[in-house]
């Protein structure tokens, strides 16, 4: 028997069920669309966009959802942002254009965890 249901059953209270997570839709998603995805409607899932594809982090919603760390990075495109480690506001861009070898060795390496641990939901089109 796990800790809460021991602590439900010494002091009958009642554990709460948690509500499901919103899943994203599979598709494609324009930059203006993705924005609606930010975590402002606790209703939607929380999307975040990286090198042309778009990945649901809802399930990690203490850590992009508003008031997170990384909460600034929700329904915008990432690359740019992700690739030189920095979250100033004029970085959050699809453009690569002049990064360093470094930084797009750093791109890489954030898409593999985003590839590991969040689902791909589709493509961000072009503007």
Do not use: H
């Amino acid at each position: 028997m796990g800790l809460g249901r021991f602590v439900t059953r010494l002091f009958g209270q009642k554990e709460e069920p948690r509500a499901p997570l919103p899943q994203a839709e599979e598709r494609d998603y324009s930059l203006s669309e993705l924005a609606g995805y930010d975590g402002s409607d606790p209703t939607k899932p929380l999307l975040i966009g990286i090198r042309g594809s778009v990945y649901d982090v809802t399930r990690g919603r203490t850590f992009y959802g508003p008031g997170g760390p990384y909460g600034m990075f929700a329904g915008k495109d990432c690359t740019r942002a992700l690739a030189k480690v920095s979250f100033d506001e004029e970085l959050f861009t699809g453009d690569v254009e002049g990064l360093e070898r470094d930084e797009l060795d750093k791109l890489e390496e954030w898409i593999e965890m985003f590839e590991g641990k969040y689902r791909n939901v589709g493509r961000l089109l072009e503007p």
